[in-house]
């Protein structure tokens, strides 16, 4: 252990972040559509992030879902017409996912009740808060991404 540090440090840190996600996507879900889920709207966030054309593995590797589960919830994106999965050009045996015009439409109305919703209740306090702690969230976020896999115990 390093000096000065406790090792229940990292882990409160992490159940506020993990806190902070459930009370966030609870909220978000009460905006969603029935049967848009918050991990359905996920994918939209990030294919409008990220761009188009993205595969189904690359998008469960994103989400750390498995692709049982993206390939379920692609299904009910593209049963909504969010997205659309055409053949990759470059090898047919390739999918890949591409927002539709509905999709772009259903991300904005979907940022535009959530802005509304969070701006009943977050003031500037808030606001300048957030923004002086997003850089910090971004950093781990980064070193979170580049260490997916646990450290074996000792046997």
Known sequence: ??????????????????????????????????????????????????????????????????????????????KRGFIQIRPCEKDARSKLVYLTEAGREFHNQAIAASARTFGNFLDDEHRQLMAGTLPALAAIRKLLDKNREPVPGED
């Open 1 to 78: 252990m390093k000096s000065g540090k406790k090792p229940g440090d990292a882990y409160a840190f992490f159940i506020e972040i993990n806190v902070i996600d459930l009370l966030c996507k609870t909220l978000i879900a009460k905006i969603l559509p029935d049967g848009v889920h918050p991990s359905h709207f996920a994918i939209i966030l990030y294919l409008s992030r990220l761009g188009d054309g993205k595969t189904p593995h690359s998008l469960a590797s994103a989400m750390q879902v498995s692709k049982a589960t993206m390939s379920h919830s692609l299904k009910v994106l593209e």
